[in-house]
C-alpha cells in the first residue's frame, strides 16, 4: 500500500516535470529517476542512475551526443534524453534478447543467453518511456539492430561523442561498441561500462582495448559488482 501511494506520488510529479519542462536540476533528477525505478524501466540501480545525472551536468563535459549501446527498457535513455538539452542522443539495440557468449566469456553469464532484458514491448517501450519523461525525446534516435549492424552505418550522423554508455555484457559486443566508437569520444568526454565488474567477457574486452590503446585514464567505480566509467583525457 505505502509503494503504491509512493508510486503514484512520484508518477504525478513526473508528468508534472515533463508537462511543464520544468529546468533540470537535482530535484527533478531525483524525481525522474525515482519514477524510472517505480515503472521498471530499468535494471540499474539508483545509485547508476544518480552518477549518470550527475556526469551528464558535469561542467568540462564536451560537446557531442550521448549514445547508448544497450537501451533494454529505455530507463537510462530517458535519462538522457532529458538532460541533453539541444544536444543529439543515440540509443542502440537489438531488442532480440542477449546473444550467445564467444570463447572470451568463459561460460560467464551463459544463463542470460536469449533473455530479453527489454521485455516484450522491446523497442516500442524504450521509446514510450523517453517520450513520456523527455521533452528533448525528438533529439532522441532509437535503432533496433545488432551492433555490428547498426553502429558504423550511423557512425557519421553520430558524430562527436560525449558521454558513451555501453551496457553490453559479454566480450564481443563490448570490443566491438569501443572499436567502432570510441575515438569518436571527445577530449574530456565519458565512457561508461556498466557490466565491467559484473561480467569476464565484459572486463577483458575493456582491459585489452585500454592497454592495447595505452589508455591511462583511472577507472572509477560506481558498484563494486558492476560499472565503472573513465574520462578521456589521455589523446
Same mark, same amino acid.
Given at each position: 500500500?505505502?509503494?503504491?501511494?509512493?508510486?503514484?506520488?512520484? !508518477?504525478?510529479?513526473?508528468?508534472?516535470?515533463?508537462? !511543464?519542462?520544468?529546468?533540470?536540476?537535482?530535484?527533478? %533528477?531525483?524525481?525522474?529517476?525515482?519514477?524510472?525505478?517505480?515503472?521498471?524501466?530499468?535494471?540499474?540501480?539508483?545509485?547508476?542512475?544518480?552518477?549518470?545525472?550527475?556526469?551528464?551536468?558535469?561542467?568540462?563535459?564536451?560537446?557531442?551526443?550521448?549514445?547508448?549501446?544497450?537501451?533494454?527498457?529505455?530507463?537510462?535513455?530517458?535519462?538522457?534524453?532529458?538532460?541533453?538539452?539541444?544536444?543529439?542522443?543515440?540509443? /542502440?539495440?537489438?531488442?532480440?534478447?542477449?546473444?550467445?557468449?564467444?570463447?572470451?566469456?568463459?561460460?560467464?553469464?551463459?544463463?542470460?543467453?536469449?533473455?530479453?532484458?527489454?521485455? /516484450?514491448?522491446?523497442?516500442?517501450? %524504450?521509446?514510450?518511456?523517453?517520450?513520456?519523461?523527455?521533452? !528533448?525525446?525528438?533529439?532522441?534516435?532509437?535503432?533496433?539492430? +545488432?551492433?555490428?549492424?547498426?553502429?558504423?552505418?550511423?557512425?557519421?550522423?553520430? #558524430?562527436?561523442?560525449?558521454?558513451?554508455?555501453?551496457?553490453?555484457? +559479454?566480450?564481443?559486443?563490448?570490443?566491438?561498441?569501443?572499436?567502432?566508437?570510441?575515438? %569518436?569520444?571527445?577530449?574530456? #568526454?565519458?565512457?561508461?561500462?556498466?557490466?565491467?565488474?559484473? !561480467?569476464?567477457?565484459?572486463?577483458? %574486452?575493456?582491459?585489452?582495448?585500454?592497454?592495447?590503446?595505452?589508455?591511462?585514464?583511472?577507472?572509477?567505480?560506481?558498484?563494486?559488482?558492476?560499472?565503472?566509467?573513465?574520462?578521456?583525457?589521455?589523446?
Amino acid at each position: 500500500m505505502i509503494y503504491n501511494i509512493k508510486a503514484f506520488i512520484i !508518477f504525478r510529479l513526473a508528468k508534472i516535470v515533463k508537462h !511543464f519542462n520544468l529546468a533540470p536540476n537535482s530535484i527533478t %533528477a531525483q524525481i525522474l529517476i525515482l519514477s524510472i525505478i517505480y515503472q521498471k524501466k530499468t535494471m540499474v540501480s539508483k545509485k547508476r542512475l544518480i552518477n549518470l545525472y550527475k556526469l551528464t551536468i558535469a561542467t568540462e563535459l564536451p560537446k557531442g551526443s550521448y549514445v547508448e549501446c544497450g537501451v533494454a527498457k529505455g530507463g537510462c535513455l530517458a535519462l538522457l534524453s532529458y538532460f541533453a538539452g539541444n544536444r543529439k542522443v543515440w540509443g /542502440f539495440d537489438s531488442f532480440e534478447g542477449m546473444p550467445e557468449l564467444s570463447v572470451e566469456d568463459e561460460g560467464d553469464g551463459k544463463n542470460w543467453v536469449g533473455y530479453k532484458c527489454s521485455e /516484450f514491448e522491446g523497442e516500442i517501450g %524504450a521509446r514510450k518511456i523517453v517520450e513520456e519523461t523527455s521533452p !528533448f525525446y525528438q533529439n532522441t534516435t532509437i535503432v533496433k539492430g +545488432w551492433f555490428d549492424q547498426s553502429l558504423e552505418v550511423n557512425k557519421s550522423n553520430i #558524430g562527436e561523442i560525449a558521454i558513451l554508455r555501453l551496457d553490453n555484457d +559479454w566480450y564481443t559486443s563490448t570490443k566491438y561498441c569501443l572499436d567502432t566508437l570510441y575515438q %569518436a569520444v571527445s577530449e574530456n #568526454g565519458i565512457i561508461i561500462i556498466d557490466d565491467y565488474h559484473t !561480467f569476464i567477457g565484459c572486463r577483458k %574486452a575493456v582491459d585489452e582495448f585500454r592497454s592495447i590503446h595505452k589508455i591511462s585514464d583511472k577507472l572509477i567505480t560506481i558498484e563494486n559488482n558492476t560499472e565503472v566509467y573513465w574520462k578521456k583525457t589521455n589523446l
